[in-house]
């Protein structure tokens, strides 16, 4: 399929959406609990052979993580002919179901990417709708094969759960939104304000630190989960919300959409929260296929590549032929050599796909830190030799 041109969504698309969930990863990390202790037998005899009725027990996360560490994920998802994809069905602009069914939004692109890269065909995902509590735990058991699901790379989630975070794919950090009729213009206006959080979060430990670190007194009015705070927000309960900043241009959108009064976010960035896929630790070979596959539309995107001219674009330099796989080069990424083709001519270029779902959100692209290195941006990938 050929990428959609940016279609600008509705104000009631976006405001039953929002309702639901919107943007940024606020979820604290969630470390699976260690599997029970063995009694040790009681003496040294052989323990007698199970009966031949007794049913095989599941496969636990280390029996996951050692299948991993053996490689085979990509000869899996070639086996099965399609990519298990972790998303979550009700962050607009990221992911989010039409009323037709289908999976739209930044995060869906980049399932379909990898299912372009690896199989030729951008329509072979099974997205797997997860909640926060289940992304790592669906990761490290094997249920899903890549996780593109808002969610930030940090040191304890690379250490602790077993994800293995290839190339980011969006460059976002925490933000603080009030009424515009505040006068409020930068953190120091918040003193003694109440601000809307969600509890146990590392957007609650982002806010307790910046503001411990700038002396700045505040009181945290804790919700149990993030559209619990902003619906708090709103009822008036605090004088500020604080969310990751994708999520922050997605709730102003809605409520001005929907008349309400003017926001304003904060101009500081409180945080950094680098977005992208996670696949599980110990497969080089399926990591490396996915890193490359999304690191082929940023490569795309400055060669000036996109859906509309790659198939019929020539090798006119050497580094351009080799992206279009011409004579077949191959280097050794388990990748067909028309890997980038597929890709780009089915889903897009990342600008594409980042101005088509993001741009009418409110975040802009040009001269962000999400532009390409050569515009000052931080989009910066290794060459394709």
Not at 119 to 129: C, N
Not at 145 to 159: H, I, K, Y
Not at 357 to 366: C, Q, S, T, V
């Amino acid at each position: 399929m050929t990428i959609r041109r940016t279609v600008l969504l509705s104000a009631a698309v976006v405001v039953a959406l929002v309702a639901a969930a919107c943007g940024g990863d606020d979820d604290a990390t969630t470390t699976p609990a260690p599997p029970p202790a063995t009694d040790a037998p009681a003496d040294t005899a052989a323990p007698a052979p199970p009966p031949a009725t007794e049913a095989e027990p599941p496969p636990t996360t280390e029996d996951t993580v050692a299948l991993s560490q053996a490689g085979g994920r990509l000869a899996e998802v070639l086996d099965r002919g399609s990519v298990r994809c972790g998303v979550r069905d009700a962050l607009p602009g990221f992911n989010f179901l039409t009323p037709d069914g289908e999976h739209e939004g930044f995060d869906s692109d980049f399932c379909r990417v990898i299912a372009a890269a690896v199989l030729g065909d951008a329509g072979a995902v099974d997205f797997v709708d997860l909640a926060t509590s289940d992304r790592f735990t669906a990761l490290q058991s094997g249920e899903i094969d890549v996780l593109v699901r808002n969610t930030t790379f940090t040191a304890s989630r690379d250490g602790k759960e077993a994800a293995n975070f290839v190339y980011t794919t969006l460059y976002d950090g925490q933000g603080v939104v009030v009424p515009a009729s505040t006068g409020i213009t930068d953190l120091e206006g918040l003193e003694d304000a109440n601000i809307c959080v969600a509890q146990g979060t590392t957007t609650e430990l982002n806010l307790t630190d910046v503001m411990r670190s700038r002396g700045i007194s505040f009181n945290p009015v804790t919700f149990g989960e993030s559209s619990e705070a902003r619906v708090g927000y709103t009822a008036g309960q605090c004088e500020a919300f604080t969310s990751d900043k994708s999520s922050l241009a997605v709730f102003k959108f809605e409520i001005e959409a929907g008349g309400g009064d003017e926001q304003f976010i904060l101009p500081e960035t409180i945080s950094k929260e680098p977005l992208g896929p996670a696949v599980l630790d110990g497969d080089t070979e399926w990591a490396q296929v996915v890193q490359w596959a999304v690191m082929a539309t940023i490569q795309a995107w400055e060669f000036g590549l996109d859906s509309g001219n790659i198939a019929s674009a020539t090798g006119d330099n050497p580094a351009l032929g080799r992206f279009l796989g011409e004579e077949g080069f191959d280097p050794g990424l388990g990748l067909p050599s028309d890997f980038a083709v597929q890709v780009v001519s089915q889903v897009g270029n990342y600008e594409e796909i980042y101005r088509q779902h993001l741009e009418p959100l409110g975040l802009p692209l040009d001269g962000s830190v999400n532009d390409l290195w050569t515009n000052g941006g931080l989009l910066y990938v290794p060459p394709y030799r």
